[in-house]
Structures are given as structure tokens and as C-alpha cells.
């Protein structure tokens, strides 16, 4: 039992590149999130899935898109990385019957 | 929408020491308040949590208490080691919603 596994561990990007962010539980959870994390700043939703199929936004969703592609894995694209971007990104997965947020170790994201 | 501060942002304290992190929230309708631990490099991980049925849980060293009348709830420990230093966080959730919304973060440091 993995959790929640998250791929890469870093990047570095240049503005103006894309790149896609995995994420992947075996929890079986209905619901997964994306947050990003900055220095003084907590950890704000990107966007979150409540079921495979459905998406939503969450307080800063601008630059981002996401796909759950099916109950497993929820992943986050960036189309035209930008260096306001540039934080860890952090999955997470959600027990229903407990609230109990499970996070991945992270994606460090640097972009030039 | 709602809004979770905390405070402090950092804390010192010597080993043996009990260490006190507060959090304040703005919604009413929140009833439900995680506390999470981050260890460098990790992703957060729920240490304990409370419902807003309820005024007070512990967990060992840990405690969690909630004044729903003030929207104060916070995070006790009690004989500190140095593996409690770590980043803490505070969260809420709104029942009817999927967000939860974090407070920026401890940092909290055990002087053997």
C-alpha cells in the first residue's frame, strides 16, 4: 500500500514550457486534490476532484489545467509555465468516511 | 469564504516543554479543524483532528481544543521531544464544501 505517490520529485523548467504533474493513490478515494505550497502562504487548492470524471476549481486555479483519468490518478498540467509558478505541489487524497486528507511528498517546481 | 489564521509562525521551545499553536477561522459553518505535521521534505500528515460537536480530544501527547463561540481552536503539546520539530498546520472545512483552508504554518523547534 503506496498512498499517494507523486512523479517527478523535482523539475526545473523555462517559461514558456508545459509539463504535466502525475499523481496516483491506491486508497481507493473518491476525492483527490492539488496544492500548491509557498513560503508564508500555507497550502492553497489548485483544483479538486470529488469522483473520477468531475473537476473544480479552487482558489488558484489561473495556469493550470487537470485530468482524472480515472479513480486512481488525478494529474496537473501546466501549459505555459510561468515563474510565479515555481513552488512544491503537493496530491492529496481524501478518506470520505473520516475527512482524513492523505498528501504525496511533493513536486518541487522551479521555473526560469 | 472562510479564513484560517495562525499564530505564531515560529516557536522555540526546550525539550520536556509543553508548546501551544493557535488558529482562528471566520466561518461559522465550518465543523470540522485538522492539524497536520510537515517534516522537511515531506508531504503534511494528519496528527489529530476535531469535530465541532466537540470541545476537546487528545491523543498521547497531543491535544486538540475547540471554542466554536470565539472560532478559536489549538494545538497542544506536552512534553516536547525533538521529533516534534516539524512545520504544523491548521486547517478548517465547511461541511457543505470541499475546501479546506489552511493557515500559513509553525515552525516549531525542540532544544534538546
Given amino acids: 500500500n503506496a498512498g499517494v505517490t507523486q512523479t517527478p520529485k523535482f523539475q526545473v523548467l523555462k517559461t ?3 509539463m504535466t ?10 476525492s483527490m486534490y ?8 500555507g497550502l492553497r487548492l489548485i483544483y479538486y476532484s470529488a469522483s473520477e470524471g468531475t473537476t473544480d476549481k479552487g482558489e488558484v486555479p489561473n495556469g493550470y ?3 482524472r483519468l480515472n ?8 501549459e505555459s509555465a510561468a515563474p510565479s509558478q515555481t513552488s512544491v505541489y503537493f496530491c492529496a487524497s481524501k478518506d470520505s468516511s473520516t475527512d482524513t486528507q492523505y498528501f504525496g511528498p511533493g513536486t518541487r517546481l522551479t521555473v526560469l | 469564504g472562510e479564513n484560517v489564521e495562525q499564530h505564531p509562525s515560529t516557536l522555540s ?24 505535521k510537515q517534516e522537511l521534505g515531506k508531504g503534511p500528515q494528519l496528527i489529530i483532528d476535531i469535530r465541532s460537536n466537540v470541545g476537546e480530544k487528545k491523543d498521547q501527547r497531543i491535544a486538540v481544543t475547540l471554542n466554536k463561540t470565539a472560532k478559536h ?3 497542544h503539546i506536552t512534553e516536547t521531544q525533538p521529533e516534534d520539530s516539524a512545520v504544523y498546520f491548521c486547517a478548517a472545512r465547511d ?3 470541499y475546501k479546506y483552508i489552511f493557515g500559513t504554518g509553525t515552525r516549531l523547534k525542540v532544544l534538546a
Fill in chain 1, 16 to 18: 514558456g514550457q508545459s
Fill in chain 1, 21 to 30: 504533474l502525475q499523481c496516483a493513490q491506491d486508497m481507493n478515494h473518491n
Fill in chain 1, 34 to 41: 492539488w496544492y500548491r505550497q509557498d513560503p508564508g502562504m
Fill in chain 1, 65 to 67: 489545467n487537470v485530468s
Fill in chain 1, 71 to 78: 479513480k486512481r490518478e488525478f494529474s496537473l498540467r501546466l
Fill in chain 2, 13 to 36: 521551545v526546550q525539550e520536556g516543554d509543553s508548546a501551544v499553536i493557535k488558529c482562528t477561522y471566520s466561518d461559522s459553518a465550518s465543523n470540522y479543524f485538522p492539524w497536520y
Fill in chain 2, 73 to 75: 481552536f489549538s494545538l
Fill in chain 2, 95 to 97: 461541511s457543505g464544501t
